[in-house]
């Protein structure tokens, strides 16, 4: 399947919080979530449903936190297997990584 259209939405409780994935013509969610350690976002956990999976909802949930680690100025924690890979992939991002 190719990428379909995603929405994200920010959820944060302060010293945690979840990025929501919402997918064009499903009401199914990905989530990516978080805790506060240290002062840097451990991304604890990404998950995506079977439902929308295979269309990118995985690499923009990291986005969106990488986005805001730019803008807000946090590091990242990378404890979620797929949040690891990504740093992998994406050398560019080394300065984000706690």
């Known amino acids: 399947m190719s990428e379909a ?20 013509g499903s009401d199914t969610i990905g ?37 805001d680690a730019r803008a807000q100025g946090f590091k990242v924690i990378p404890t979620c297997s797929y949040v690891a890979a990504q740093f992998k992939r994406h050398p560019e991002w080394a300065d984000l990584r706690a």
């Open 31 to 67: 989530r990516l979530t978080w805790v506060t350690r240290g002062g840097a976002r451990d991304a604890e956990h990404t998950l995506v449903p079977e439902a929308i999976g295979g269309r990118g909802v995985a690499g923009r949930l990291v986005e969106a936190l990488i986005a």
């Open 5 to 24: 259209e995603v929405t994200i939405t920010r959820h944060d409780a302060g010293t945690s919080g979840e990025y929501h994935a919402h997918v064009a």
